[in-house]
């Protein structure tokens, strides 16, 4: 193509900029625009001599060839602390896909730096390829990247997460492009996905070494300019194909492009226009903390691009196993398999942590019609982790004749792979305790924990194949934990022993350490029930309610077989207030007892109105008949006194009970009965029963349709419960709550409130008429007044005792009471306001205290009036000596300039609301000479003092005579 003549002064602007772009060594080779895509790799330092603040790196870049033969040899990184490294050299350069025009470059570096902290560091490439279609001119836009680390002891040796699928790939017209960076992290920490749009630094490289101060060797990255994402390119009206999801395609709505905030999974439906496009995501690591949220611990930033072919190529669909779950040393062969829909070759790819070692991946046959590849993996104990592992396969068309059209399919195949169960879990009884033992475990993971559980009576739990852990829903509860190391457990209930006559099952599990966390599968279960039965609490049930002189029994069951203990031997009963407290190991007994048919024991002088009361009860007995033979102590398990708590809702007219124990039976197997007394005297009456939870149960009381509640009635109520141990003779196990009364107050009438308002448009219509506005303001009166509407309920109170007045300054100020007026009174007058500005509410009470609801609030405001005068004399003789409204309503603020009659500023001031003009010129203080007698012209800018803080401006005229 012939290009047209340049005239004179064109080609001298042309050689001048030719010199201007080699004095600054801008030449075309030192700016290529080459860059398509990349992203930073971090780890902490693994030497020998190992620093925790030396972090090494790895960058890999992808440049493209076309239209430059420049590469780039070199980089410089910016760490983030301020320090820069420049010429960083190239390891590597390899050809990626099939048509020669992408490299893959490999930088590696490493950076110590002076402390702990959180550091980004940057990467900044001049320039973008050119030709991008979501952005403008990206061959005048740099290329950014950047990675933020965390350097913190705590973390250990932490690796970055790696983004196994290359930054590069390539798409095709009206076909969904599906793209998965395939990311693995080492450490097992969690990953989330979010998209960016791609970032350029304004000057480059130059520009950030120029910087100083606190911005010195930081880069400030802005989005590339008119940076669109691909789907939304102007112009393009590209719409969605029908796609299997997620996210399912719709057909003909606009297209979509999306990513998986969890899997990374990138969903391009459809493009339309052929090109390069770019695009940034961020991938953030999260690490999992017991206990605690999960802490973020770095952001790595991927710019990756997609080349959109203009072909009629159809990509291949590949297919991969189920996703699995198989026991760490289980072996793992899965067979991969392709098609294309236009007979052609298929080359299969796969990408993940465990690839290309220990895990490999081999193509068996590239097809037509089918292409085949296996992945074998054997996975070890290293490889347990909560997360699956997830392995990314590929497949890519070999169009003939066509690199270029090549188009890709691409599935991941989740594996989990958990800790095998431990084995021979086995129990032995040793005196009141149970001795646990197993096998050595197979995976002996640093970090990793055995946890311990036990249930009473066996389980018919039985774990899947891969299920891990143990479900609530098995009863099963933890009772302690010890290294993966570990053998054996003593289980001695807390210090308390185990109880005689109880079957104890156990199961036991591994939990490994995180961040990669995980578990095995449970182990056996192993059970043991010890000989003979030990005592046990039947009752602690409330014989009287009162705040001195209140009562409870207790009872237990004697220990079996009872010829079997040495003497001496005996009961301690110890009390305690509330209903799981911690009793004292050195507390002195409430009582103990030596006979041991004694079974009862009641416990004067509570205080049961205002407290639960919870019993612990010891049986002790020598070891041996020898005298001086060690003690055995077999501890019950606490009970405590049912208690019951009211609250009533007058507006519903109910009564909502709540009642709570921590008792060592169960009282789920027979329903609470719920007693009430109407009054405070009188028999107590049955009216409802109700099966409770293990430690509560709840009722409302309606009253009845014949029988409602009645407002202003007490009402008296206790529950008595009645449980069962699990094993025989301790059936029935009757316990009452103590008595609680509560009165259903009545509800008083909701006052309506008025408040008189104020007619500002007549007062404004009659501005020129209204008497002078006092010096000092006018004082102002709000009249309220209200009646007794028949809300909330129609049998609301009106037996009012007194009202409560709130009035707050502005609307936006908080009501407070101004006063209390008598409950004949329905009218006040808030008087001598300096503002009419305020809002109101009542409220109405009774004799016993009770107070409705707050009234409707209403509000006032001041009017907006203000006038001055046409003439004043500032002579001295005390009348008319200053220029000041005549009229005027609450002001803020005033400023007022003052003309002469040529337009000359004799006079201003904004420190006076009401302006106070003394005739004087020469400023705010008016201490210059007297203007003279005439006509002068005035604006005044006036602030008024309503709710909106109105803002007017005032002209006009006024005559100065002296």
Not at 143 to 170: H, K, V
Not at 373 to 384: A, L
Not at 756 to 768: G, H, Q
Request: proline content about 8%; glycine content about 8%.
């Amino acid at each position: 193509m012939k290009l047209p003549l340049l005239n004179r002064a064109a080609r001298l602007g042309l050689v001048l900029l030719v010199l201007v772009l080699a004095y600054f060594g801008l030449t075309p080779a030192a700016q290529a625009t080459h860059l398509r895509a990349g992203d930073i790799q971090a780890k902490t330092d693994t030497t020998a001599a190992r620093n925790p603040r030396r972090i090494f790196f790895k960058m890999v870049i992808y440049e493209s060839n076309v239209n430059t033969s420049v590469s780039q040899t070199d980089a410089t990184i910016f760490f983030g602390d301020g320090t820069v490294a420049q010429k960083i050299p190239r390891a590597s350069r390899t050809p990626v896909g099939c048509d020669g025009t992408t490299f893959r470059l490999v930088f590696y570096f490493d950076h110590t730096y002076p402390a702990v902290g959180q550091y980004t560091v940057h990467f900044i490439g001049e320039f973008r390829s050119t030709g991008v279609r979501n952005m403008t001119a990206s061959n005048q836009q740099t290329f950014y990247i950047n990675s933020r680390i965390t350097i913190d002891p705590a973390l250990g040796i932490n690796q970055s997460p790696i983004l196994n699928a290359p930054a590069f790939d390539r798409a095709s017209r009206n076909q969904v492009f599906l793209h998965n960076p395939a990311a693995s992290d080492a450490d097992g920490d969690s990953l989330s996905y979010e998209l960016l749009p791609s970032q350029y630094v304004p000057n480059g490289v130059e520009g950030v070494l120029a910087q100083t101060g606190n911005d010195k060797n930081t880069p400030k990255p802005l989005p590339c300019i008119n940076f669109v994402f691909p789907n939304a390119v102007a112009g393009v009206n590209a719409v969605q194909v029908p796609y299997v999801g997620p996210p399912v395609g719709v057909p003909g709505v606009p297209a979509i492009f999306d990513q998986n905030p969890l899997t990374g999974q990138i969903v391009w439906n459809a493009p339309l226009d052929a090109g390069d496009y770019n695009f940034a995501f961020k991938v953030r690591e999260w690490r999992r903390v017991p206990g605690a949220r999960a802490r973020l611990i770095g952001e790595y930033i991927r710019d990756m691009q997609v080349t959109v072919g203009n072909n009629n190529n159809i990509r291949p669909t590949i297919t991969v196993p189920t996703d699995l779950c198989v026991i760490a040393g289980t072996p793992v062969t899965g067979l991969i398999t392709a098609t294309d829909p236009d007979n052609q070759q298929v080359i299969l790819s796969a990408y993940g942590g465990v690839l290309p070692r220990p895990a490999t991946f081999v193509q068996n046959t590239t097809g037509p019609p089918t292409a085949r590849g296996t992945f074998t993996w054997s996975p070890d104990c290293s490889n347990i982790q909560s997360e699956p592992h997830q392995i990314l396969f590929k497949a890519e068309d070999r169009p003939a004749n066509n690199c270029g059209a090549s188009l890709i399919d691409e599935r991941v195949w989740r594996i989990t792979v958990v800790g095998p169960p431990p084995q021979n879990l086995r129990v032995a009884p040793s005196g009141n305790t149970a001795q646990l033992s197993w096998d050595s475990y197979a995976c002996q993971n640093p970090g990793a924990q055995i946890l311990i559980f036990r249930k009473e009576n066996p389980s018919s739990f039985t774990p899947g194949t891969c299920e891990t852990g143990i479900p609530a829903s098995a009863g099963y509860t933890q009772i302690g934990s010890v290294s993966v190391g570990s053998r054996t457990f003593v289980d001695d209930r807390n210090g308390l022993g185990l109880e005689r006559g109880k079957n104890y099952c156990y199961r036991i599990y591994v939990q490994f350490a995180r961040p990669a966390g995980g578990a095995s599968i449970a182990s056996n279960e192993a059970c043991l029930t010890l000989v003979g039965r030990s005592p046990r609490l039947t009752n602690v049930t409330v014989d009287r309610t009162d705040a001195v002189n209140g009562q409870i029994t207790v009872r237990w069951t004697r220990p079996a077989p009872l010829g079997s203990f040495n003497a001496p031997f005996g009961y301690r009963l110890y009390r305690a207030i509330g209903q799981n407290p911690t009793f004292s190991p050195t507390a002195v007994p409430l009582r103990t007892i030596t006979n041991l048919n004694d079974t009862v024991f009641v416990d004067t002088g509570l205080n049961t109105t205002d407290n639960a009361y919870s019993y612990k009860l010891e049986f002790f007995s020598n070891t041996l008949p020898t005298p001086n033979s060690p003690v055995s102590v077999e501890t019950a398990e606490p009970a405590s006194s049912v208690r019951v708590n009211t609250t009533a809702d007058p507006l519903a007219n109910t009564i909502s009970l709540n009642w709570t124990y921590n008792v060592p039976w169960d009282n789920t197997r027979y329903p609470a009965t719920i007693y009430r007394r109407d009054g405070l005297t009188g028999a107590f009456v049955p009216i409802a029963k109700v099966t409770g939870t293990a430690t509560n149960g709840t009722y409302l009381d309606r009253g009845t349709t014949a029988k409602p509640l009645v407002k202003g009635n007490t009402y008296c109520y206790y529950i008595k419960t009645k449980g069962a141990y699990a094993i025989a003779p301790n059936d029935s196990l009757i316990n009452l709550s103590q008595e609680r009364c509560v009165a259903l107050a009545p509800v008083l009438c909701t006052p309506v409130l008025t408040l008189k308002p104020t007619n500002c448009d007549s007062l404004a219509s009659r501005l020129f008429e209204l008497p002078a506005t006092p010096v000092n303001g006018q004082v102002y009166t709000n009249y309220l007044s209200w009646t007794l509407s028949a809300q909330p309920v129609a049998d609301c109170s009106r037996d009012v005792a007194s009202y409560i007045i709130y009035y707050a300054p502005t609307a936006n100020d908080s009501l407070r009471v101004l006063t209390t007026v008598p409950g004949s009174q329905t009218t006040y007058a808030h008087q001598n306001l300096a503002s009419a500005e305020g809002c109101y509410a009542v409220r109405a009470v009774d004799a016993a205290g009770t107070r409705s609801l707050l009234s409707n609030k209403e509000c006032k405001d001041n009017c907006l009036l203000f006038l001055l005068p046409n003439i004043f004399t500032p002579n001295g003789d005390g009348k008319n000596d200053t220029f000041r409204p005549k009229v005027f309503s609450p002001i803020r603020r005033t400023k007022v300039q003052i003309f002469n009659r040529w337009g000359v500023k004799v006079y201003e001031s904004d420190k006076d609301p009401l302006i106070n003009w003394s005739g004087s010129g020469s400023g705010e203080s008016g201490s210059g000479s007297k203007v003279s007698e005439g006509m002068y012209f005035y604006q005044a800018e006036v602030e008024f003092g309503d709710a909106n803080r109105t803002k007017r401006t005032f002209k006009g005229w006024v005559q100065v005579n002296r």
